[in-house]
T-cell receptor, first 115, second 111 residues
Framework: DAGVIQSPRHEVTEMGQEVTLRCKPI?????LFWYRQTMMRGLELLIY????????DSGMPEDRFSAKMPNASFSTLKIQPSEPRDSAVYFC?????????????FGPGTRLTVT | KNQVEQSPQSLIILEGKNCTLQ??????????LRWYKQDTGRGPVSLTI?????NTKSNGRYTATLDADTKQSSLHITASQLSDSASYIC??????????FGDGTTLTVKP
Protein backbone atom coordinates (compact mmCIF):
# COMPACT_ATOMS: atom_id res chain seq x y z
CA ASP A 1 0.00 0.00 0.00
CA ALA A 2 1.17 3.53 -0.75
CA GLY A 3 0.30 4.80 2.70
CA VAL A 4 -1.78 7.88 3.44
CA ILE A 5 -1.66 10.29 0.51
CA GLN A 6 -2.09 14.04 0.94
CA SER A 7 -2.24 16.79 -1.62
CA PRO A 8 -0.97 19.31 -2.22
CA ARG A 9 2.30 18.97 -0.32
CA HIS A 10 2.75 22.72 -0.23
CA GLU A 11 0.17 25.49 -0.57
CA VAL A 12 0.77 29.20 -0.55
CA THR A 13 -2.26 31.43 -0.67
CA GLU A 14 -3.31 34.95 0.15
CA MET A 15 -5.43 35.90 3.10
CA GLY A 16 -9.13 35.60 2.33
CA GLN A 17 -8.77 32.84 -0.24
CA GLU A 18 -10.34 29.40 0.07
CA VAL A 19 -7.98 26.51 0.66
CA THR A 20 -8.80 22.83 0.20
CA LEU A 21 -6.55 20.09 1.48
CA ARG A 22 -7.05 16.50 0.35
CA CYS A 23 -6.42 13.12 1.88
CA LYS A 24 -6.63 9.52 0.71
CA PRO A 25 -6.46 7.09 3.64
CA ILE A 26 -4.94 3.64 3.54
CA UNK A 27 -7.33 1.23 1.88
CA UNK A 28 -9.45 -0.65 4.40
CA UNK A 29 -8.93 1.83 7.22
CA UNK A 30 -12.18 2.99 8.80
CA UNK A 31 -10.91 5.92 10.90
CA LEU A 32 -9.57 9.14 9.48
CA PHE A 33 -8.02 12.01 11.45
CA TRP A 34 -7.07 15.57 10.56
CA TYR A 35 -4.30 17.23 12.60
CA ARG A 36 -2.61 20.61 12.57
CA GLN A 37 0.97 21.16 13.69
CA THR A 38 2.59 24.48 14.57
CA MET A 39 5.70 25.41 16.50
CA MET A 40 3.62 27.18 19.13
CA ARG A 41 0.93 24.57 19.73
CA GLY A 42 2.46 21.30 18.54
CA LEU A 43 0.15 18.64 17.12
CA GLU A 44 -3.58 19.22 17.57
CA LEU A 45 -6.44 16.95 16.55
CA LEU A 46 -8.97 18.90 14.49
CA ILE A 47 -11.57 16.28 13.62
CA TYR A 48 -11.93 12.56 13.10
CA UNK A 49 -14.27 10.31 11.13
CA UNK A 50 -15.40 6.74 11.59
CA UNK A 51 -16.86 5.03 8.53
CA UNK A 52 -17.07 8.43 6.81
CA UNK A 53 -19.11 9.97 9.64
CA UNK A 54 -17.64 12.87 11.65
CA UNK A 55 -17.38 11.77 15.28
CA UNK A 56 -15.61 14.62 17.05
CA ASP A 57 -15.02 18.04 15.52
CA SER A 58 -14.38 19.86 18.79
CA GLY A 59 -10.83 20.62 17.70
CA MET A 60 -11.89 22.61 14.65
CA PRO A 61 -10.77 26.15 15.46
CA GLU A 62 -13.76 28.02 14.11
CA ASP A 63 -16.47 28.01 11.48
CA ARG A 64 -13.98 28.89 8.78
CA PHE A 65 -12.82 25.28 8.94
CA SER A 66 -14.88 22.42 7.54
CA ALA A 67 -14.13 18.79 6.75
CA LYS A 68 -15.92 16.19 4.70
CA MET A 69 -15.50 12.53 3.91
CA PRO A 70 -17.79 11.69 0.97
CA ASN A 71 -16.48 8.13 0.72
CA ALA A 72 -14.06 5.72 2.36
CA SER A 73 -11.16 6.74 0.16
CA PHE A 74 -11.30 10.52 0.21
CA SER A 75 -11.51 13.40 2.66
CA THR A 76 -11.12 17.16 2.41
CA LEU A 77 -10.32 19.91 4.89
CA LYS A 78 -11.43 23.32 3.73
CA ILE A 79 -10.55 26.74 5.13
CA GLN A 80 -12.67 29.65 3.94
CA PRO A 81 -11.61 32.41 4.25
CA SER A 82 -8.00 31.67 5.12
CA GLU A 83 -6.02 33.84 7.55
CA PRO A 84 -2.26 34.12 8.22
CA ARG A 85 -2.69 32.37 11.60
CA ASP A 86 -3.87 29.27 9.73
CA SER A 87 -0.31 28.78 8.45
CA ALA A 88 0.74 25.34 9.68
CA VAL A 89 1.40 21.80 8.56
CA TYR A 90 -1.81 19.81 8.24
CA PHE A 91 -1.61 16.04 8.62
CA CYS A 92 -4.10 13.38 7.76
CA UNK A 93 -3.89 9.99 9.50
CA UNK A 94 -5.87 6.78 9.20
CA UNK A 95 -6.31 3.67 11.29
CA UNK A 96 -8.04 0.30 11.52
CA UNK A 97 -8.36 -0.40 15.27
CA UNK A 98 -9.53 -4.01 14.93
CA UNK A 99 -6.19 -4.83 13.30
CA UNK A 100 -3.90 -2.49 15.24
CA UNK A 101 -5.50 -0.90 18.29
CA UNK A 102 -4.38 2.69 18.86
CA UNK A 103 -2.05 2.65 15.82
CA UNK A 104 -2.38 5.61 13.47
CA UNK A 105 -0.63 6.05 10.14
CA PHE A 106 0.20 9.60 9.18
CA GLY A 107 0.50 11.12 5.74
CA PRO A 108 3.38 13.38 4.71
CA GLY A 109 1.43 16.54 5.50
CA THR A 110 0.48 19.70 3.64
CA ARG A 111 2.47 22.80 4.51
CA LEU A 112 0.10 25.76 4.27
CA THR A 113 1.34 29.32 4.15
CA VAL A 114 -1.20 32.14 4.19
CA THR A 115 0.25 35.55 3.34
CA LYS B 1 -6.59 19.15 32.92
CA ASN B 2 -4.80 16.41 30.97
CA GLN B 3 -1.18 17.27 30.31
CA VAL B 4 1.87 15.62 28.78
CA GLU B 5 5.31 17.04 29.50
CA GLN B 6 8.40 15.90 27.66
CA SER B 7 12.00 16.48 28.60
CA PRO B 8 14.48 17.53 27.58
CA GLN B 9 13.18 19.93 24.96
CA SER B 10 16.28 19.23 22.87
CA LEU B 11 19.26 16.96 23.08
CA ILE B 12 22.54 16.62 21.20
CA ILE B 13 24.52 13.39 21.39
CA LEU B 14 27.38 11.76 19.52
CA GLU B 15 26.77 8.90 17.16
CA GLY B 16 26.97 5.56 18.90
CA LYS B 17 25.93 6.91 22.29
CA ASN B 18 22.74 6.01 24.14
CA CYS B 19 20.11 8.47 25.30
CA THR B 20 16.83 8.54 27.22
CA LEU B 21 13.87 10.81 26.63
CA GLN B 22 11.23 11.41 29.29
CA UNK B 23 7.46 11.80 29.21
CA UNK B 24 5.37 12.64 32.27
CA UNK B 25 1.59 12.80 32.05
CA UNK B 26 -1.49 13.55 34.08
CA UNK B 27 -4.01 11.91 31.71
CA UNK B 28 -6.59 9.88 33.57
CA UNK B 29 -8.08 7.34 33.36
CA UNK B 30 -5.21 6.03 31.29
CA UNK B 31 -5.66 3.92 28.17
CA UNK B 32 -2.44 3.93 26.17
CA LEU B 33 0.80 5.78 25.54
CA ARG B 34 2.46 6.07 22.17
CA TRP B 35 5.88 7.28 21.10
CA TYR B 36 6.27 8.70 17.61
CA LYS B 37 9.35 9.65 15.62
CA GLN B 38 8.98 12.61 13.28
CA ASP B 39 11.70 13.34 10.75
CA THR B 40 11.94 16.92 9.47
CA GLY B 41 9.34 17.54 6.79
CA ARG B 42 7.55 14.23 7.32
CA GLY B 43 4.61 12.86 9.23
CA PRO B 44 5.01 11.12 12.60
CA VAL B 45 5.78 7.40 12.54
CA SER B 46 4.76 5.14 15.39
CA LEU B 47 7.60 3.60 17.41
CA THR B 48 5.84 1.93 20.35
CA ILE B 49 2.37 1.63 21.84
CA UNK B 50 1.85 0.61 25.47
CA UNK B 51 -1.32 -0.05 27.40
CA UNK B 52 -1.83 -0.03 31.16
CA UNK B 53 -0.64 -3.60 31.62
CA UNK B 54 2.59 -3.18 29.68
CA ASN B 55 5.68 -1.69 31.27
CA THR B 56 8.17 -2.13 28.44
CA LYS B 57 8.05 -2.36 24.66
CA SER B 58 10.92 -2.57 22.21
CA ASN B 59 11.24 -1.72 18.54
CA GLY B 60 14.77 -2.40 17.38
CA ARG B 61 17.11 0.01 19.12
CA TYR B 62 14.16 1.84 20.70
CA THR B 63 12.86 0.70 24.09
CA ALA B 64 9.97 2.40 25.82
CA THR B 65 9.09 1.94 29.46
CA LEU B 66 5.93 2.84 31.30
CA ASP B 67 5.27 3.32 35.00
CA ALA B 68 1.52 3.80 35.27
CA ASP B 69 1.74 4.41 39.01
CA THR B 70 4.04 7.42 38.71
CA LYS B 71 2.62 8.34 35.27
CA GLN B 72 6.01 8.38 33.65
CA SER B 73 7.39 6.93 30.44
CA SER B 74 10.82 6.92 28.90
CA LEU B 75 12.17 6.18 25.47
CA HIS B 76 15.67 4.76 25.41
CA ILE B 77 17.69 4.81 22.20
CA THR B 78 20.65 2.46 22.05
CA ALA B 79 23.74 2.94 19.89
CA SER B 80 22.39 6.06 18.23
CA GLN B 81 22.73 6.61 14.50
CA LEU B 82 22.66 9.80 12.43
CA SER B 83 19.23 8.76 11.17
CA ASP B 84 17.87 8.96 14.73
CA SER B 85 18.01 12.77 14.44
CA ALA B 86 14.34 13.71 14.64
CA SER B 87 11.61 14.95 16.93
CA TYR B 88 10.16 12.36 19.34
CA ILE B 89 6.58 12.90 20.41
CA CYS B 90 4.79 11.26 23.34
CA UNK B 91 1.00 10.89 23.05
CA UNK B 92 -1.22 9.75 25.92
CA UNK B 93 -4.83 8.68 25.48
CA UNK B 94 -7.55 8.38 28.10
CA UNK B 95 -10.15 5.61 28.02
CA UNK B 96 -12.61 8.13 26.63
CA UNK B 97 -11.97 11.47 25.03
CA UNK B 98 -9.16 13.00 23.10
CA UNK B 99 -5.47 12.18 23.19
CA UNK B 100 -2.98 14.66 24.60
CA PHE B 101 0.23 15.33 22.70
CA GLY B 102 3.54 16.34 24.19
CA ASP B 103 5.57 19.13 22.62
CA GLY B 104 8.28 16.68 21.61
CA THR B 105 12.02 16.30 22.16
CA THR B 106 14.32 17.27 19.31
CA LEU B 107 17.24 14.88 19.10
CA THR B 108 20.36 15.68 17.10
CA VAL B 109 22.93 12.94 16.59
CA LYS B 110 26.33 14.23 15.52
CA PRO B 111 29.11 12.22 13.86
Amino acid sequence: DAGVIQSPRHEVTEMGQEVTLRCKPISGHDYLFWYRQTMMRGLELLIYFNNNVPIDDSGMPEDRFSAKMPNASFSTLKIQPSEPRDSAVYFCASSRPRDSPYEQYFGPGTRLTVT
Amino acid sequence: KNQVEQSPQSLIILEGKNCTLQCNYTVSPFSNLRWYKQDTGRGPVSLTIMTFSENTKSNGRYTATLDADTKQSSLHITASQLSDSASYICVVSPRAGKSTFGDGTTLTVKP
